[in-house]
């Protein structure tokens, strides 16, 4: 009966494509003209970018006093920003080693393209900290080296430090997986371009791939160790992050729930922001056939059960500060949720605890056009969260003498339009020149839901009428 | 002339290769080749073949070992740099923790692990499979464009102890495939 149980599953891919059809469908799209509609995406991004360079260069001249920040919240907007895109990156990471370990075959259609988001993700966050700096020309003194400043080394046991490893390990194995994963892509574009610039620079970086059985079982061994690498590096690294704060001693930040709590609302928005990015890819590329109904609905489960996840997380910190007997403790969430920035942790509450339970109902996750409004109100939700953590804990100090507020600059919030400039700059720019679809794994999952047999029986199963036919020797 | 030496101008024959046209009929000629006694063989497929080099007779693969190590000497490395520069090189009180406070050098002991096994991982299957080579024989032969996209390729390489111009080709015929042809050596 294995064989005729295949028959219930969808098959991943359709259109019944033969591999060949792979390559053309997929490098075909390289080798159109792009469209008008990606010069006038990549020229918006464009200029966004450069007015968020702008910005940077200016503040960076000026100094960080162009920021409104004050002696009481010296941290928000952008450590907001920094948290916010490292939490996108992370679904990337999550779809190419956790999915793949967990041997879910659907992923093959979305890992490239969010690995891609990932790397890039991690580029944008980078900037914050750089600036915040104050003077980026010296970041290199945040890493330990020896130095001719008498021994003086930096300090290990702050979680700052452990960023900066954390970080800068995260950009490079994610850039190493999504590169490897890219290899036999690289080298099927080599094969296929004609004679010139092309085919060099694809001959270049496919290393000389030939398809050797041998290179493949090393390539495979490879892969998987860098997933069951990458597994546990995604979890430290928010867990990391959430430690710049769960390590001090301020109220709303003190709490050991922070690491599950951050992993869940990363993972979160970043499946909102991968499920955007495919929505429209899918569109704009005609990807119909290779990110279906079926991978759209898997993503939005992930998405219901990382924000219920973030919902019971919220509760939680509640019922914690409730019974903690902390006064401090207990006016930080007052204030949270009826303070001057109430406004910001209702926008959060309902962007991110309310609107994902509509998933629930396969209606509205079948409907693309609500899951896509869905997958933007979910990542302003998740862009509150980290805005509503980091300022409404600071700004109500212990001594009230030092209470202030805080509302963010232009400089500030071009800042943050920029690094989306760069995002999608860079998004763009891979969706032209490298294969948004990972050939060599969706070929491997073809024949999923499709054995000889189920191929008759999908074909006749799709038909209007929709009666179940039985097979001859099915019942074997 | 080719008596004496190398100096033919005859180009030399890597092997014989047979296309098929998917890779169940590549899998069985393998084996079959396997069975008949052919051991230096190579097949090349657009993608991963499950039960090939159980075929083909590969069977060890010293990537997940090598892996292993360079995990440890990440972690040692990591542990290594934060209890020196704590310990011996830097002893400065600091919240009056103690000097070799290894909870807090955990972190970063286990992001450098992550780190060297990634690069031993990299490192090694690139090694071992000999990349980068932009010169490999088997690209002079034909229609091999096909081995990215949608070819199976399973190649005899002359330097097989068995390897016979006529009889291999002969048997590379009987396993159906698409064509048979000769690669000549570059």
């Known amino acids: ?476 | 002339m080719a008596e004496y030496g190398h100096h033919t101008e005859e180009p030399t024959v890597y092997g014989l290769i047979a296309e098929f046209d998917d890779s169940d009929n590549l899998l069985h000629a393998a084996e079959a080749a396997y069975k008949a006694g052919y051991r230096t063989m190579d097949a090349y497929s657009p993608l991963p073949i499950h039960g090939l080099s159980e075929a083909i007779g590969f069977k060890k693969t010293y990537v997940s070992l090598i892996t292993l190590i360079g995990g440890i000497t990440g972690a040692a490395t990591g542990f290594g740099m934060q209890y020196f520069a704590s310990v011996i090189h830097y002893d400065y009180d600091i919240g009056g923790k103690p000097f070799n406070s290894w909870p807090s050098f955990m972190p970063i002991t286990f992001e450098l692990a992550i780190l060297f096994g990634a690069f031993a991982a990299l490192g090694s299957m690139l090694a071992l499979n000999g990349l980068p080579r932009h010169h490999h024989p088997v690209f002079n032969a034909k229609r091999f464009e096909r081995a990215s996209s949608d070819g199976f390729f399973l190649c005899i390489e002359s330097e097989d102890l068995q390897y016979d111009t006529e009889a291999t080709k002969k048997f590379l015929e009987e396993q159906g495939p698409v064509e048979v042809s000769e690669v000549l050596d570059d």
């Open chain 1, 1 to 476: 009966m294995a064989e005729g149980s295949s028959n219930l599953r969808t098959p991943l891919i359709l259109g019944d494509k033969k591999p060949k059809q792979v390559s053309d469908d997929i490098c075909g799209i390289l080798d159109r003209k792009p469209t008008r509609m990606w010069y006038i995406a990549f020229l918006a991004s464009l200029l966004v970018l450069g007015i968020g360079t702008a910005a940077t260069v200016y503040q960076v001249m000026t100094g960080i006093g162009t920021w409104g920040l004050n002696k009481t919240v010296g941290w928000a907007f952008d450590i907001t920003n920094f948290v916010f895109w490292i939490g996108i990156g992370h679904a990337g990471t999550l779809i190419s080693a956790i999915l793949f370990l967990f041997r879910q075959k659907w992923r093959t259609s979305v890992n490239r393209a969010a690995e891609a988001m990932t790397i890039i993700a991690v580029m944008c966050a980078a900037i914050f900290p750089l600036i915040h700096m104050g003077r980026p020309w010296l970041a290199f003194w945040a890493l330990p080296y020896p130095n001719m400043r008498g021994p003086l080394w930096v300090n290990f046991r702050s979680p700052l430090v452990w960023d900066i490893f954390a970080i800068s390990t995260y950009f490079i194995i994610s850039a190493v997986f999504w590169y490897v994963g890219l290899i036999p892509d690289l080298a099927t574009i080599r094969d296929r371009a004609k004679p010139g610039m092309r085919k060099k620079i694809m001959a270049f970086f496919s290393f000389g791939w030939n398809g050797s059985y041998r290179t493949w079982v090393r390539y495979e061994v490879v892969y998987l160790l860098l997933a069951a690498l990458a597994t546990p590096l995604v979890v430290s690294v928010h867990t990391i992050v959430s430690m710049d704060f769960a390590t001090s001693v301020i109220p709303g930040w003190h709490t050991t729930i922070f690491p599950p709590y951050f992993v869940a609302g990363a993972v979160f928005s970043g499946f909102a922001m991968v499920l955007m990015l495919m929505l429209i890819a899918r569109k704009v590329m005609a990807l119909e056939d290779y990110f279906t109904m079926t991978h759209v609905d898997a993503m939005c489960k992930i998405i219901l059960v990382t924000g219920s996840v973030v919902g019971l997380a919220y509760l939680t910190e509640f019922v914690t500060a409730a019974y903690s007997g902390s006064v401090y403790e207990q006016f930080v969430f007052m204030n949270r949720a009826f303070g001057p920035y109430a406004w910001a942790y209702w926008i959060m509450v309902s962007c991110n605890v309310i609107s994902p339970q509509m998933m629930w109902f396969k209606k509205v996750r079948s409907n693309l056009y609500f899951v896509f409004i869905l997958t933007i109100i979910v990542n302003i939700g998740m862009w509150f969260e980290r805005f509503v953590i980091i300022v409404s804990s600071l700004h109500r100090d212990y001594l009230p003498s030092s209470w202030a507020d805080y509302t963010p600059t232009i400089i500030e919030l071009l800042t943050l339009a920029g690094t989306f400039g760069l995002f999608f700059t860079l998004f763009l720019l891979f969706c032209r020149f490298l294969p948004v679809i990972a050939m060599g794994e969706v070929k491997g999952v073809l024949s999923y839901g499709r054995s000889k047999k189920a191929r008759v029986f999908v074909a006749q199963a799709n038909e209007p009428m929709g009666v179940t036919p039985v097979l001859e020797g099915e019942k074997a």
